[in-house]
Nanobody, 116 residues
């Protein structure tokens, strides 16, 4: 079974940038639409961005459009999320999964905290 391992989170000041990575075990990732999701304390998990299997089409939540960029490298079985102009409201645990997500494939996530 494929597993997703997220990394790259951390503490950053407002206006800063982070690049998240999602590494998948196995090589099936290349066949699927992938998404980045986030869950803030006390809130439901939400879709932040998704990307088609070839990397030629992307979609973004309105709250991150123009600031975040999703990309993928199928040769490395990895999906990325470049986050710029970060805001305190971007603070959350970030996860990757298929889009639509499959319950058994949630990883541990990576914590992003935006604070001065």
């Amino acid at each position: 079974q494929v597993q997703f391992v997220e990394s790259g989170g951390g503490l950053v000041q407002p206006g800063g940038s982070l690049r998240l990575s999602c590494a998948a075990s196995g090589s099936i990732l290349r066949f699927y639409v992938m998404g980045w999701y986030r869950q803030a304390p006390g809130q439901q998990r939400e879709l932040v961005a998704d990307i088609n299997s070839s990397g030629t089409a992307t979609n973004y939540a309105g709250s991150v459009k123009g600031r975040f960029t999703i990309s993928r490298d199928n040769s490395k079985n990895t999906v990325y999320l470049q986050m710029n102009s970060l805001k305190p409201e971007d603070t959350a645990v970030y996860y990757c999964n298929f889009q639509p997500p499959i319950r058994g494939y949630w990883g541990q996530g990576t914590q992003v905290t935006v604070s001065s």
